[in-house]
């Protein structure tokens, strides 16, 4: 490959005007992308372009087909956008481009990984950082990968199987006990590991998903031996109105059954850091946990893909995910040596990912992230009094969090037709672009499920949320004579 050293400077000159320009455009800009045509394939050159001439034609791409998600009306899934520290770190840690396996690789990145991991602990007040081991993915579904493989290697010593080497041939299936709440990430990663989708019993008590404790509790109490001990799935944050699983209840079951916890708070690890008293006893038993999967991609508004899980016993970590080649370093013995992420965590080279973490906690502080945190819970509930003032929709639960499930439901429209109007309202508001906008089905109903986790969020872009979706509901009943 011949590679032309001298662009490097004009290349990354050209990469921070781009990044600039989309960046002081994302508060205006249209959310979704500009055009809607996939481009047409285009042949592999046979002479390269240069690196300049490459990186105008993937910005003019990003132009026209880029989502604005990192902006403040993107209100899907859970998308924080990144703050100017974790930007800033994260396009360092590519131009240092650095192998975070162990520190052989990389000592920056195994010391800002130790770091990052004490100050999240911190942050979310879990107790001792020498009582957890850290370990940074991809995503929150890679965190509960890595604390189901935990837990998968802790359930086949107590059937007197290292599953690691072993394999899961020949044991009875695992018992994985949730409520409705529960998020499909847990549901692949129990596929991920082995352990199979169906290993997974839901005990839930109305149609919002709440865990039917009772219930589960007494098929903790009745679990064959053969088959148990169990595994207990929480969730600190689910994605339709921001719910909390009762997990200090969940805790206590476990303790008393010998059950182990695997809690994912992919974002609602988060409101850990709110001053709210009544937000904080919601998180209460997720410091009980054996696994705890979260995101930084989410509140802690890191670029995209940055989550970590934190796991009680490093030996089931090390077990699991241990790899052995001649030239690669040793697994340390004890748990004061340092962290060979290669040894813990599923992937064997990895980027640098604790310094956009390490950087924006170093940036805000603890009590930076507590404030954006509990300014987006103020904005959710502003919000919900938004939606209880305008005619023609309907709060279908109140914020717990960060999320607010409302649907058009105005007077002269059968029950019968709500669905179809909000399937068809949600449609027009992404044609428009001007907010980005998930719907669910919660409740048997479809609904809007707004997120609000990006730092650059106002109440103004509520505003637009709000006024989008009405415009919408109007136009499709002006549009459909049945909707009238
Ligand atoms: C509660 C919950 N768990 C897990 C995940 C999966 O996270 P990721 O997309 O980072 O893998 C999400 C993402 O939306 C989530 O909301």
């Not at 192998?99 to 130790?114: R, T, Y």
């Amino acid at each position: 490959m011949t590679v032309d050293g001298s662009e490097m400077n004009e290349v990354l000159r050209a990469a921070l005007a781009a990044s600039v320009q989309w960046l002081d455009g994302l508060a205006d800009r249209q959310v979704t992308p500009r055009s809607s045509a996939i481009p047409g394939q285009v042949p592999l050159p046979e002479v390269g372009i240069g690196a300049s001439a490459a990186f105008q034609e993937l910005a003019s791409r990003a132009q026209e087909r880029a989502m604005a998600s990192a902006g403040p009306r993107y209100f899907h899934y859970v998308v924080g956008g990144a703050t100017p520290a974790a930007l800033g770190a994260d396009w360092f840690a590519s131009a240092l481009d650095q192998v975070a396996s162990s520190a052989q690789g990389s000592p920056l990145a195994i010391d800002l990984e130790e770091l990052a991991t004490g100050w999240l602990i911190e942050l979310f007040g879990l107790g001792a950082p020498e009582d957890w081991t850290g370990q940074f993915t991809t995503g929150a579904t890679m965190a509960s990968f890595v604390g189901l493989s935990a837990a998968r290697q802790w359930w086949g010593m107590a059937h007197g199987v290292d599953v690691a080497e072993e394999g899961l041939a020949g044991l009875p299936r695992p018992v994985v006990l949730t409520g409705g709440y529960v998020h499909a990430s847990v549901v692949k990663s129990l596929a991920m590991v082995g352990m199979g989708r169906r290993s997974i019993e839901r005990f839930t008590a109305d149609n919002r998903g709440a865990v039917d404790l009772a219930r589960l509790g007494a098929r903790l109490q009745s679990m064959p031996k053969e088959q148990g001990p169990a595994i207990v799935v929480a969730t600190a944050g689910e994605v339709n109105a921001g719910r909390f699983d009762p997990i200090d209840a969940l805790a206590d079951l476990c303790e008393a059954h010998g059950a182990w916890l695997h809690v994912d708070g992919a974002f609602g690890l988060f409101a850990r850091a709110s001053a709210d008293p009544g937000v904080q006893a919601r998180c209460r038993g997720i410091e009980r946990a054996q696994s705890i999967a979260s995101d930084a991609h989410k509140w802690l508004n890191v670029p995209y893909d940055c989550g970590f899980a934190f796991v009680r016993e490093r030996s089931l970590l090390a077990k699991s995910f241990r790899m052995v080649a001649d030239y690669l370093p040793k697994a340390p013995k004890g748990s004061a040596t340092r962290r060979v992420p290669a040894n813990l965590g599923p992937e064997c080279s990895r980027r640098a990912r604790a310094l956009p973490i390490f950087a924006t906690l170093l940036a805000s502080g603890r009590a930076g992230v507590a404030a954006m945190v509990d300014e987006h819970l103020r904005l959710a509930k502003v919000l919900a009094a938004k939606i209880v003032a305008q005619d023609g929709l309907e709060l279908v639960d109140e914020p717990h969090l960060n999320v607010v499930p409302f649907r058009l439901a105005p007077t002269g429209v059968r029950k019968r037709d709500l669905d179809a109007l909000n399937e068809a309202a949600a449609a027009l508001v992404l044609a428009g672009g001007d907010v980005y906008v998930g719907t669910t089905r919660y409740r048997s109903r479809v609904v809007f499920r707004p997120a609000i986790s990006n730092w650059r969020t106002t109440e103004a872009d509520l505003d637009h949320l709000v006024a989008a979706i009405v415009d919408a509901g109007q136009q499709c009943r002006n549009e459909s004579p049945e909707l009238r």
